[in-house]
């Protein structure tokens, strides 16, 4: 079978979305043909090129890279135009994409779910909408979704998910608000993110992130990832700050993006001298780095559950580290802590309970490591690459059986 995928991001981009396509693409690749119609990367030789879209090969994946904007995206209006820009071209490469079985959008930019709909009709072949993230849901739950342009992406969102023959979501968080929007229940597939068990893995030993930076056997409370506004770093270092007098701990934070900055500052500002900060690792380093964490965070701001489910939780659990979830109980983050025993949940914004968790299990490091060996086992029985990729692909192959039969029929 023939599969084609949108998203701007891909290789060699370090987004979440690109990652996660580009693995998924590659174990499909072992059985069917796979194409992918994306945006130039951040960085390296396409930078400043201009070109409607050229192919390129990654493996054994087909890659048409339509051209975009590459303006700073911590200015909103910057933002928009890049993903306008991304999906008017990849519109001109899509007129030259030959049949595909089965189409499948992701959520960047939020729209692109439109050329998913205009190919299902060209081809009369299925489509699947992979909600990585619900838009306009995540930007009114941090305060920056306009009325208007609020309105605009409810309408194309409520247009993408009707027109959808299956719409994967990410937990069931997820599928709850899917369902709350009109979503049949049959439609919607919980496919988890991932990750892969066997690039990432605990190496707490002769730890070498934790030996070039002269971390030492302290308490190393990390957050690795984006730093974007979904994410509470404030409460964070409102954590960090409390627990300053603590010579025995250090937080670090692992990442970059829009709201860095700020935490650069107020670190600055403060002079949070127990707060660490370094840049995205590489790719190849990804087990190492987080694996120098004793605790990992993931400090969601309060709404955004079912919106987003974070795609670093994965990583996490496969490095055998235990993670400090500050989100709402009904989150598909407090639900894996929760089931799998492999840390503590607080409400959203609760730096206090934070603080007072670290320093409980600064003085327990046996339960620390528990809850660490119950997290990897986590990734390896629930969450593994190749346990979620082979489910999307039986998604796949089943919907395209289905379109298939009611075709001869």
Sequence with gaps: MRFLFLNRAYLPDLEATGQFLAELAEDL???????????????????????????????????????????????????????????????????????????????????????????????????????????????????????????????????????????????????????????APERIAVIHNWADTEAVRSLRRGNGFRARHGLGDRLVVMYSGNFGYVWDLDSVLDAAARLRERNDLVFVLIGGGSTRGAVERRIRREGLSNVLLFPYQERERLAESLSAGDLHLVPMRPGVYGAIVPSKLYGILASGTPMAVLAEEESEAARIVREHRCGWRGDPGDAGALAEFIRAMSRRPPELAAMGRRAREAAERHYSRAMQTRKFRELLESVAQVRSERAVG
């Design 29 to 183: 690749s072992a059985h069917h043909q796979v194409r992918v119609l994306c945006g130039r990367p951040n960085f390296g030789e396409l930078q400043g090129r201009v070109f409607p879209y050229r192919r390129e090969r990654w493996g054994r994946v087909d890659v048409w890279r339509a051209w975009g904007t590459r303006w700073p995206k911590r200015i909103p209006a910057a933002r928009v135009i890049n993903q306008a820009s991304f999906f008017a071209l990849a519109n001109v490469a899509a007129l030259r994409v030959p049949r595909h079985d089965v189409i499948v959008s992701l959520t960047d930019p939020p729209f692109v779910g439109l050329l998913g709909l205009s190919l299902k009709r060209r081809f009369g072949a299925p489509f699947i909408y992979w909600c990585m993230d619900l838009y306009p849901d995540v930007a009114e739950a941090v305060g920056m979704a306009p009325r208007l342009l609020a309105s605009a992406f409810e309408r194309v969102q409520a247009r993408v998910l009707g027109g959808a023959d299956a719409v994967v979501a990410l937990g069931d968080d997820m599928a709850g608000r899917l369902a709350a929007k009109g979503v």
